[in-house]
């Protein structure tokens, strides 16, 4: 079971350059997830989706897009890359958005990310 | 917004000593989650607590919940070496659509 993958583990960008983050799911599960993580700064939430179809922003979604048109897979878009985008950037999946004592996000390994 | 503190920020010990690390806030919580973070690696879910008062095991580690529902502990018994990571903390309101991730406690266990 491979769980949440992402591709590519690591990017050098130019400013101005546009790229596509992958996260894919194998566990079925509806909600997905788009963190940054920066020093000291624990994980941000860019957007995130309910289901195929359905995608809303989070507390930082300014400078991405997503789209969700499976269930397994939930790319993150950057337009016109900055250097206040170079981060790690988090994939999570969750099945019932993580409330019960039972279940929690499954994360993937991450994109390291430099815009120079 | 939802914000969550944690302290320690950094917290080096030997290993064989006990340790208690602190996640902390003003708003209630519905449920909260403690996530350990390896270097290199994305977070990994060690426990949920969604009881006030509510107490969890995992092997070494205790995990609390307080019973105003505002703040949560995790305590190491007799750390080792692999216990090593970031540790994060995550809740989310009655109303909130998403967990709010606190900064971390970044623990070294030095053999």
């Known amino acids: 079971n491979a769980g949440v993958t992402q591709t590519p583990k690591f990017r050098i960008l130019k400013i101005g350059q546009s790229m596509t983050l992958q996260c894919a799911q194998d566990m079925n599960h509806n909600y997905m997830y788009w963190y940054r993580q920066d020093p000291g700064m624990g994980l941000k939430l860019i957007y995130y989706s309910v289901g195929a179809g359905i995608t809303d922003k989070g507390e930082v979604p300014n400078g991405y897009n997503v789209s969700r048109s499976t269930t397994e897979d939930f790319p993150l878009r950057l337009e016109l890359a900055a250097p206040s985008q170079t981060s790690v950037y988090f994939c999570?999946?969750?099945?019932?958005?993580?409330?019960?004592?039972?279940?929690?996000?499954?994360f993937g390994s991450g994109t390291r990310l430099t815009v120079v | 917004t939802q914000l969550l503190e944690q302290s320690p920020q950094f917290l080096s010990i030997q290993e064989g000593e006990n340790l208690t690390v602190y996640c902390n806030s003003s708003?209630?919580?519905?449920?909260l989650q403690w996530y350990r973070q390896e270097p290199g690696e994305g977070p990994v879910l060690l426990v949920t607590v969604v009881t006030g008062g509510e107490v969890k095991k995992l092997k070494r580690l205790t995990f609390q919940f307080g019973d105003a529902r505002k703040d949560s502990s995790l305590h190491i018994t007799a750390a080792q070496p692999g216990d090593t990571g970031l540790y994060l903390c995550?809740?989310?309101?009655?109303?909130?659509?998403?967990?709010?991730f606190g900064p971390g406690t970044r623990l070294s266990v030095l053999p």
């Open positions: 999570a999946s969750s099945n019932d958005r993580g409330r019960s004592s039972n279940y929690g996000y499954t």
């Open positions: 708003s209630v919580f519905s449920s």
């Open positions: 995550a809740g989310v309101g009655y109303y909130g659509q998403n967990f709010v």
